[in-house]
């Protein structure tokens, strides 16, 4: 159970952790911003009437066309729960991707909004909405707690049948007038997929997909002057990085763009005021983005970098892509999407 403690004039003292009074309003929150559960989504359906019995808390799509089904676990036991959303997963591997934009589109009417689907998925994800919809299904159980015997069972559907499923746990804390809510994963995501992923897909080709991240706090043109990629601002998304090992071939892509690299990993994931280039620290050099030396004495908040040798780089205006092109939110997983890999061997050269 994940505990949580202030410091008070130099001493530890824990928080004590509350009963969310309504859980609705965790619902509620997740439909605002479904990236607190560590994963990008957008929300398609609330309160849902399977025709089945039972009501869906959310239905979601991911970056890929995906349908996620999200179910808090409220009153019912946590077996109940599990039981609920396979049952929930049940009728929703039926639905056609006409049905998808049925359910996207009367949700957003519902919410007061005209919004077309196709655009609003791009402006979420930033890639276009793909034809063919919902070829899988993810199922998001939502819970502050859960038995060992429930754990068990997901743990189960998971590894021994490849099932996308996994548990997010929320704890609440309350301090006088104030709320803190913390999140864990039950599995860890990234191999929760990986395995869903490779039951349904080609055998792993040993090419590794990272997320480049160009933003406020890093830049592509820094990357490939010196050779790294990095992630920061929470160990959510430093961790992955921890995947890659020196000789692991990677594909540097970046969000609403394409493919901007291909190169091989020379060195671990380390926090960015260790990494060094041709002796000198990083952090020293001349960046187009200085900003990624934030946070850099927190070592859950700072950039990490791990080292790589760019085989063929573009900038982010030379970008590789084409329709189907394999992208998600991940920072880092595991390249199986075998028209991807063909295209992006014609476009960076041999990479075997």
Known sequence: MTKMWKVDQGRLVQVPSSRLDQERRLEAWIEGDPTILGIDLLIIGRQVHSPHGGILDLLAIDEEGNVV????????????????????ASWVHTLTTRDVHAHASQHFM???TSADFAATFRDRFGVGLPEKLNSKQ????????????????????????????NTA??????????????ADWLMDEDEVRERSEARIQAPWSGHWYVNVGDSTSRSWEDARRYGFVAAGGGSWYSEPLKKLEPGARIFAYQKGYGYVGYGIVTK??????????????????????????????DPEQAEYV?????????????????????????????LRHEPTLEFLNQ????TE
């Open 169 to 182: 746990f929320f704890g609440f804390y309350r301090d006088d007038d104030r709320e803190f809510v913390t």
């Open 69 to 88: 089904i999200v179910e808090l676990k409220r009153d019912r036991t946590p077996r109940e729960t599990v039981a609920q959303i396979l049952d929930y």
């Open 268 to 297: 671990p994931a380390q926090i960015a005021t260790d990494f060094t280039v041709n002796g000198k620290e990083l952090l020293s050099l001349s960046l187009q983005q200085p900003n990624l030396a934030h946070d850099r004495d």
């Open 138 to 165: 993810r199922l998001l159980i939502v819970a502050s707690e859960f038995d060992d015997s429930s754990k068990r069972i997901v743990q189960y559907l998971s590894k021994v049948y490849a099932l996308d499923i």
């Open 347 to 350: 476009q960076f050269g041999s």
């Open 110 to 112: 519902s919410r007061g």
């Open 306 to 334: 791990v080292g790589v040798e760019w085989k063929k780089t573009v900038p982010l205006s030379g970008a590789k892509t084409f329709a189907g092109v394999f992208a998600n939110q991940n920072i880092v997983c595991r």
